[in-house]
């Protein structure tokens, strides 16, 4: 679960594995989106799609973490998402953990409160990712389906 979303039953074996598919919650986004859970707004996107369509299979998680105030773009692919959290940015002097756009997903879930607390993520000439992609240590049992088949008119 993250705010009211429900993304499937976890699996029990947590690992990361490469012949699974990958989801990324992407915060913030404005995909998955509710008044009464503002700060659990995200994007949700996946790796790609079960050869069998509608298939129900496991899914290793991940958090993607916008932590550059300046990027203005919706992450809503893995290869876009994947390019930002190769770029790099260098916090100024006056940057402050309240400036980071994904701080609620930081906070909430990969319990870091501070600037203190990415030091573990900053590379060594200490500059930190635009994006920070971090496994949730939770694998889910899943179905995905093309984007035109939820789209239901009556």
Do not use: C
């Not at 976890?10 to 915060?27: C, E, G, Q, T």
């Not at 790796?47 to 973490?65: H, K, M, N, Q, R």
């Not at 790099?88 to 319990?111: A, H, M, S, Y």
Request: net charge negative; hydrophobic share 40%; aromatic share 10%.
């Amino acid at each position: 679960m993250v705010g009211p979303w429900d993304y499937g039953i976890r699996a029990s074996d947590v690992r990361p594995r490469d012949k699974r598919l990958n989801v990324y919650l992407i915060s913030p986004g404005t995909l998955n989106n509710d008044d009464g859970w503002k700060p659990y707004d995200h994007n949700s996107v996946i790796s790609g799609l079960p050869a069998t369509p509608g298939a129900t299979l496991e899914w290793d998680v991940y958090w993607a973490i916008v932590l550059d105030p300046a990027m203005d773009n919706e992450l809503r692919s893995e290869r876009d998402l994947l390019l930002a959290a190769q770029q790099e940015f260098r916090p100024g002097d006056l940057f402050v953990f309240e400036e980071i756009p994904g701080q609620t997903f930081l906070q909430n879930f990969l319990k870091v409160d501070s600037l203190l607390g990415l030091a573990k993520y900053q590379r060594k000439d200490g500059l930190l990712p635009k994006v920070l992609i971090a496994p949730a240590d939770v694998v889910v049992r899943a179905r995905a389906v093309p984007e035109q088949e939820t789209d239901r008119t009556e």
